[in-house]
């Protein structure tokens, strides 16, 4: 189950709660009854590197413009 992080609107706190992704945001803490608004933060995963993009679809350098090899005399 994802967690999700709310703001408490009254002391500023931070807090995490698991909730479906079916669930309705919470607008107020189960416990104290304090207002809450849900923070959107940065995801979790991070691509580093090159990437597949760079390696897979870059031209090599004995390739042409137009798509075609130089043909090379040995």
Known sequence: MPVYVYKGLETGKYYE????FHDEPLARHPETGEPLKRVIQAPAIVFKGSGWHATDYRKSKDEKSNGEKEKRED
């Open 17 to 20: 709660f698991e909730q479906s």
